[in-house]
T-cell receptor
Framework: EADIYQTPRYLVIGTGKKITLECSQT?????MYWYQQDPGMELHLIHYSYGVNSTEKGDLSSESTVSRIRTEHFPLTLESARPSHTSQYLC???????????FGNGTRLTVT | RKEVEQDPGPFNVPEGATVAFNCTYSNSASQSFFWYRQDCRKEPKLLMS???SGNEDGRFTAQLNRASQYISLLIRDSKLSDSATYLCVVKVVSSASKIIFGSGTRLSIRP
């Protein structure tokens, strides 16, 4: 089993609040990713990182930001949550280029 | 045209049947290939990597055809627990961010 963890598992929050979704991995992987997925829909890449102090935006425009101060930690922040941010957020990591992604169990976010 | 295309499904087959999924990719620089399984409202989980020589894991067999740029997944003696969405994933060499997910194929096994 992959060692990648996301917290919280579920979050219900009001509009305008600032939130941070946590993602940590203990595998020493350089590459980490954040995906957004609505029920029954495709995964969309919103942020990725090649390593410490490296972050890039993904294919899907997102109002969130990320940071990578430590290899094992890749938090995602929404400065002001809106109902349109309601979705599942999945964090993943991978080792060398040919290795697969390992996913965390996701954060299901509901913004009321 | 999407870079990775899968049979959309849904596939509805009886328990014990053999079912096959195909996935085509368009980027010839694709280097690594995987099948993932995703249950409803869960995270994708790696089912198996796909190698040029083909590989088997129990009831599951994966094949890669680089010339025709497709990969396949065969499930034999299907179980009720095989019901899920199966995602084809392609990694393109030279860019860590170029990981392309297919839209998934839904499989439902009926008793």
């Amino acid at each position: 089993e992959a060692d990648i963890y996301q917290t919280p598992r579920y979050l219900v929050i009001g509009t305008g609040k600032k939130i941070t979704l946590e993602c940590s991995q203990t595998m020493g992987h350089d590459k980490m990713y954040w995906y957004q997925q609505d029920p029954g829909m495709e995964l969309h890449l919103i942020h990725y990182s090649y390593g410490v102090n490296s972050t890039e935006k993904g294919d899907l425009s997102s109002e969130s930001t990320v940071s990578r101060i430590r290899t094992e930690h890749f938090p995602l922040t929404l400065e002001s949550a809106r109902p349109s941010h309601t979705s599942q957020y999945l964090c993943a990591s991978s080792g060398h280029y040919n290795s697969p992604l390992h996913f965390g169990n996701g954060t299901r976010l509901t913004v009321t | 045209r999407k870079e990775v295309e899968q049979d959309p499904g849904p596939f509805n087959v009886p328990e014990g049947a053999t079912v096959a999924f195909n996935c085509t990719y368009s980027n010839s620089a694709s280097q690594s290939f995987f099948w993932y399984r995703q249950d409803c409202r869960k995270e994708p989980k790696l089912l198996m990597s796909v190698y040029s020589s083909g590989n088997e894991d129990g009831r599951f067999t994966a094949q890669l055809n680089r010339a025709s740029q497709y990969i396949s997944l065969l499930i034999r003696d299907s179980k009720l627990s095989d019901s899920a969405t199966y995602l084809c994933v392609v990694k393109v060499v030279s860019s860590a961010s170029k990981i392309i997910f297919g839209s998934g194929t839904r499989l439902s096994i009926r008793p």
